[in-house]
T-cell receptor, first 114, second 109 residues
Framework: DAGVIQSPRHEVTEMGQEVTLRCKPI?????LFWYRQTMMRGLELLIY????????DSGMPEDRFSAKMPNASFSTLKIQPSEPRDSAVYFC????????????FGEGSRLTVL | EDQVTQSPEALRLQEGESSSLNCSYT??????LFWYRQDPGKGPEFLFT???AGEEKEKERLKATLTKKESFLHITAPKPEDSATYLC??????????FGAGTQVVVTP
């Protein structure tokens, strides 16, 4: 299996622009997570899907952030409008059995907002 | 409020110099504690799951142990390839993982 695939790997954009990050989870995994990682705040959970349904989006910073999972093999995280403080590495992760604690992370999308 | 605290923040070791990393947690009803390794520019990679006090898991030069209040990750005779950031995490009541800030380990030849 190719693992969790994220795109783009790097994105540089200007403040106010829309950013869309994409994720393809591992086939057969029923849980999907979006995390954000910064030096100051570490790894923060933004949103969690189970069977394509958003279960908990309490970590989404504000209304500028939205996430969708239209099917079991694709998810997007959108930021509109983007701000410099959104600069971070965004990780997508998927899991087959949450109780094991085994999440499979993608390589991340590094976002820089100028 | 559930908390996960890791120490030290950074650790510099000579090759072969064993050491331990600490992860302390305050959660009600522990449902497991998980260790991950993260290499620069990569996503975290799962290492171990520990479920109950007294449990131990081993993988190559790494051994994770769990007590009622904390977990230790012991690195025995480390090699430069063990250099990474080591993260621990605990699940909340919904199963969502809450990660600690990590310990950055550098092993020099």
């Amino acid at each position: 299996d190719a693992g969790v695939i994220q795109s783009p790997r790097h994105e540089v954009t200007e403040m106010g622009q829309e950013v869309t990050l994409r994720c393809k989870p591992i086939s057969g995994h029923n849980s999907l997570f979006w995390y954000r990682q910064t030096m100051m705040r570490g790894l923060e959970l933004l949103i969690y899907f189970n069977n394509n349904v958003p279960i908990d989006d309490s970590g989404m910073p504000e209304d500028r952030f939205s996430a969708k999972m239209p099917n079991a093999s694709f998810s997007t995280l959108k930021i509109q409008p983007s701000e410099p403080r959104d600069s971070a590495v965004y990780f997508c992760a998927s899991s087959l059995r949450l109780s094991t604690g085994e999440l499979f992370f993608g390589e991340g999308s590094r976002l820089t907002v100028l | 409020e559930d908390q996960v605290t890791q120490s030290p923040e950074a650790l510099r070791l000579q090759e072969g110099e064993s050491s331990s990393l600490n992860c302390s947690y305050t959660v009600s009803g522990l449902r497991g504690l998980f260790w991950y390794r993260q290499d620069p520019g990569k996503g975290p990679e799962f290492l171990f799951t520990l479920y109950s006090a007294g449990e131990e898991k081993e993988k190559e030069r790494l051994k994770a142990t769990l007590t009622k209040k904390e977990s230790f990750l012991h690195i025995t005779a480390p090699k430069p390839e063990d250099s990474a950031t080591y993260l621990c995490a605990v699940p909340d009541s919904w199963g969502k993982l809450q990660f600690g800030a990590g310990t950055q380990v550098v092993v020099t030849p």
